[in-house]
């Protein structure tokens, strides 16, 4: 039988990254960040002086570009290795995100990642965290999942992630960029932002983290 896949999409801020890790460590499955990837491959561009409308450099760009997670060995958080350089700390500012968001619009950069993440699968599982992962990546996934939450809350979650790793951000100015990224996620012809048939919508506004891990665990198993 196929490796079996649990997929959880949704917009930024929805908890999609922080459920997603403690379900993987929960089942001892891998773990897929597909949204590292686009931050990966936007990252790369900027560095190689590519204009990210350039849509034949950056897709060759994600056609080359090496990225590898390397677990922290102080148990940590994940590394990701963009071409050797461990460009964690770049990688998770809204700059990043919305480099990411640009370049992800690109069919053939989309394209060009999916053998990638396909490659995640395997025993005994795996999660897979993202916006088009129940809806294009893994359409056979035993289990599907679509997190949300308003877009204030999204916005101040976010908010507290960034300065909680010491990065400056004004909370007025990422909703506001955040609002701007969900909706080119929302309205992109390929792969747009929405959740999968036959997905379990959470709306976590409100709710504590551990909440909604049961919620996907009494859907998981019942
Ligand atoms: O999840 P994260 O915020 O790291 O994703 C960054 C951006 O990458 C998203 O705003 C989206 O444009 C893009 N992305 C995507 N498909 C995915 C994951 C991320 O298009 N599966």
Redo the contacts with the bound molecule.
Sequence with gaps: AAVPVLTIDGP?GSGKGTISRLVAERLGWRLLD???L??AVGYAAGEEGIDLSDAEAVTRCAQTVKIRFQASPDGGETRVLVNGHDATDELRTETA?AA??AI?VIPSVRQALVDLQHGFRKAPGLVAD????GTVIFPDAAHKFFLTASAAERAKRRYKQLKDKGLSVTLAILQREIEA?DER?ASRPV?PLKPAEGAVVIDTTGMPIEMVVEKVFAVVRP
Excluded: L, V
């Design positions: 930024s597909s949204g590292a686009y931050r995100g990411a968001s992800a993202g916006r088009d992962m990224r996620d792969a």
